[in-house]
């Protein structure tokens, strides 16, 4: 057959791009709106070698596939490089990134239309639900590093792998 009818529809992706050092519940929050909104949602592990985690990337891809299993539509990968080289070799025309308050958005918007200026790829922003809205990674570690309760901000897996490696048990 030729013509349109004979086309396999495309998949709509995007990517959800971080360092989930570790997954909290304000990215799942983002992670899960994306996942409604696009046929099939990337979420990578950008790998920054300046930067020492608390946890190894594998160890956040574990975290994340975990986090994530209950959505049939979320790829977890990491990438070392460019996100818009990611974008490129897996043909995703967004990212869709979860903006939390006006503070965020100065670095988001330069990152944005540099990714722009590069590829042409598009950066959706999320408005993080108010629950979250002072939520991030380094604050989730720092709390708990105290011995303060995280509980509510990250799946059960993650406080526990969280507290084992912080020997806050
Ligand atoms: O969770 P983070 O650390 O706020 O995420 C930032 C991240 C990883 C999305 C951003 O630093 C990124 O896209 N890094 C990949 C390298 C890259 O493409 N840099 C140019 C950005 S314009």
Redesign the pocket.
Known sequence: MTGPESEEPQLRRAVC????DPITNGHLDIIARASRLYDVVHVTV?I?QAKKGLFSVDERIDLIRRATAEYGNVQVESFH????DFCKQRDIPAIV?GLRAVSDFDYEL??AQ??NG?SGIETLFIPTSPTYSFLS?SLVKEVAAWGGDVSHLVPPFVLEELTKRLGTE
């Open positions: 791009p971080g360092s989930f950008m920054n490089g460019l996100l818009v990134k330069q990152m540099m990714n590069l990674s």
